[in-house]
């Protein structure tokens, strides 16, 4: 990333490398890396980069039951970026919308937990894993609110490598010309695509400027970094209803596992080592 | 028939609250009735299929009932993933309707021509795929599609059709109309679909006056077909030959084929008349563009007259 856009950012991006993570972040990764253990395959690196932003969702800011998983007043939640499935089970098996066990059953023949979110695992709103397609969801949610005048919030939360995809614009221009204000937009900016690099493969910088020519109020954060989280999250929630906004989260790929962390090739493993367990404190 | 469809839409908005139109980049001034009447359910977008989809799946995940309208290439091919994931795989109550199946383009070439539309419908699970023959039809399927459960395509004509089509009483999505109940034993069985059937009614007189009896079996849905009615309309005929103004490749023919092949029981000949495998070298009209294929009254006949005389060898 080079200095200029470095510098289009007010986010210390140092301090996102160097984020350290509380007890509970490294607990929902022990339960990532478990899934992915008896699973034998998953998307490491893209769900490490979401467990806080995933984590402070559904801790802090979204309306929702857990023992009601349908109640029609929730706040809607889509994973847009599907692959980085494993984060969302982790933080719906702690937060009781399945039991714990069943992440052991990741990607099983008759799991409830795919590859991929599909409706089929409580909490999930929509099956997603083919990128662009959350935030045209997304609107039609939000629409939906207001037709049926209800006050649910949506949030779409969607990869960097994602937004290179034509229907997320289409999407976003269209929530601008509804006037959006119960849509939330994240960006999970971990900076690395499949390929490599983002500036590299498609370079969407400037990309607080996309997002604010396409109407959007444009916040962003540190991903890693609860506490600023929950505050840009509440900033977020609280502007002025007439305009959709997007929290661009500064987040590290691979993030609480060094060896994984800024590392392309750990976007999937089949295999962890006793390494990776020990960064997080599964073993000693 | 695109007129009725579009009315049809406005009246059961009045009829139920769920319903919801979604255009995009339409003529001005469409359904304006239904925007004045109820401006939160009416929607206008810009040139953005994938996204409109994808708002129309939200929106059924509500459960409101929304109908999509564009140019069927572009509701079709541009945003398959979109149709296949966000409505199929979620099972969604979305209506798609495709204006200009088939050649009605004709003017405009190949990238207004949905030639394929029903096959890689058809391609997609939970997906329900119609193509009526008369605007009178059209009120019924619309009627019909307000609380069927799954997503649908709405196949439209040119407009102006001819009113081929039978009483109400006798209308379900996902059940054939024999239109002539009276061939008795009919040697050959035409199985139609959408305006064909129109042609394929007129071959059957030219052939009763042949002296060739022929029974004409219209198929409204494609998906699910009506895999009982073809069967056993195709067990007592010598020949049957199907028609559609639709490429050869996955459209009725082949949805015919697979029925008659998976009975594991002998059948008689098929010939399937449809589109070949290309894309139109010519513009003109859509009978002109038909008539390259005989998909017409004259090709139809000829097909039965031909295929009986080769079965009686």
């Known amino acids: ?284 | 028939m695109r007129k009725r469809c579009l009315d049809m839409v406005y009246t059961l908005a009045q009829r139920d609250e769920r319903v919801v139109f979604i255009g995009s980049d339409l003529s001005p001034g469409l359904l304006g009735e239904m925007k004045k009447t109820y401006p939160e359910r009416y929607y206008m977008e810009g040139v953005a299929e994938a996204n409109i989809i994808g708002m129309a799946a939200g929106m059924a995940m509500e459960g409101l009932v929304p109908y999509v309208n564009t140019i069927a290439t572009f509701i079709t091919r541009r945003c398959y993933e979109q149709v296949a994931l966000d409505l199929c795989l979620h099972d969604l109550p979305v209506r798609l309707i495709g204006n200009g199946g088939g050649y009605v383009y004709a003017p405009l070439g190949p990238t207004h021509q949905a030639i394929e539309d029903l096959a890689i419908m058809r391609a997609l699970p939970n997906m329900t795929v119609t193509a009526v023959c008369d605007a009178e039809e059209m009120t019924r399927l619309m009627n019909a599609s307000l609380d069927w459960p799954h997503p649908i395509y709405i196949r439209l004509a040119k407009g102006g059709d001819p009113i081929v089509s039978r009483p109400a009483k006798d209308f379900a999505i996902g059940k054939a109309i024999d239109m002539s109940e009276d061939a008795g034993d009919a040697e050959a069985l035409i199985v139609a679909t959408g305006v064909a059937t129109t042609a394929a009614l007129e071959a059957g007189k030219r052939l009763a006056a042949d002296g060739v009896r022929c029974r004409v079996l219209h198929v409204h849905t494609i998906k699910p077909l009506d895999t009982q009615a073809i069967v056993d309309a195709a067990r007592t005929a010598r020949l049957v030959v199907t028609v559609e103004e639709h490429s050869i490749v996955g459209g009725l023919g082949s949805a015919v084929l697979e029925a008659l092949a998976d009975t594991g029981e002998r059948m008689p000949p098929v010939r399937r008349l449809g589109i070949g495998d290309e894309f139109a070298h010519h513009y003109g009209n859509q009978q002109k563009l038909m008539d390259i294929w005989g998909i017409n009254p004259h090709g139809i006949a000829r097909a039965v007259t031909n295929g009986l005389a080769r079965a009686r060898q």
């Not at chain 1, 998983?69 to 969302?88: M, N, Q, T, V, Y």
């Not at chain 1, 005048?149 to 976003?172: F, P, Q, T, Y």
Request: glycine share 8%; net charge neutral; hydrophobic share 40%.
């Open chain 1, 1 to 284: 990333m080079n200095d200029a856009i470095k510098s289009s950012y007010a986010t210390d991006l140092g301090r996102v490398r160097d984020q350290q993570l509380d007890e509970r972040s490294l607990h929902l990764r022990r339960l990532i890396v478990r899934a992915i253990d008896k699973g034998k395959r998953g998307h490491i690196g893209p769900a490490l980069s979401l467990v806080e932003i995933i984590r402070v969702l559904y801790d802090d800011v979204l309306r929702h039951r857990q023992q009601e998983p349908k109640w029609p007043e929730r706040d809607r939640f889509i994973l847009s970026k599907g692959h980085g499935c494993l984060a969302l089970y982790a933080v719906l098996a702690d937060k009781g919308y399945f039991p714990i066990a069943e992440l052991d059953r990741f990607c099983h023949f008759d799991s409830i937990l795919g590859g991929h979110p599909e409706v089929v695992t409580p909490g999930v709103e929509a099956c997603t894993g083919a990128l662009g397609h959350g935030l045209p969801i997304g609107i039609g949610l939000a629409l939906a609110a207001r037709i049926q005048k209800r006050d649910s919030r949506i949030v779409v939360l969607m990869g960097d490598g994602e937004i290179n995809e034509g229907s997320v614009w289409e999407a976003a221009a269209c929530a601008d010309k509804h006037r959006l204000g119960n849509l939330t937009a994240i960006i999970d900016y971990n900076k690395l695509q499949s390929a490599g690099s983002v500036f590299e493969i498609q370079n969407m910088e400037p990309l607080a400027d996309k997002w604010a020519s396409f109407g959007f109020q444009v916040l962003e954060a540190n991903g890693h970094d609860v506490a600023d989280l929950r505050r840009t999250f509440a900033r977020a929630m609280a502007l002025p209803p007439n305009q959709p906004r997007v929290v661009i989260c500064h987040t590290v790929k691979g993030k609480g596992i060094p060896a994984a962390e800024n590392n392309a090739s750990w976007h999937h493993k089949a295999e962890l080592s006793d390494h990776v367990r020990q960064a997080i404190g599964l073993k000693d």
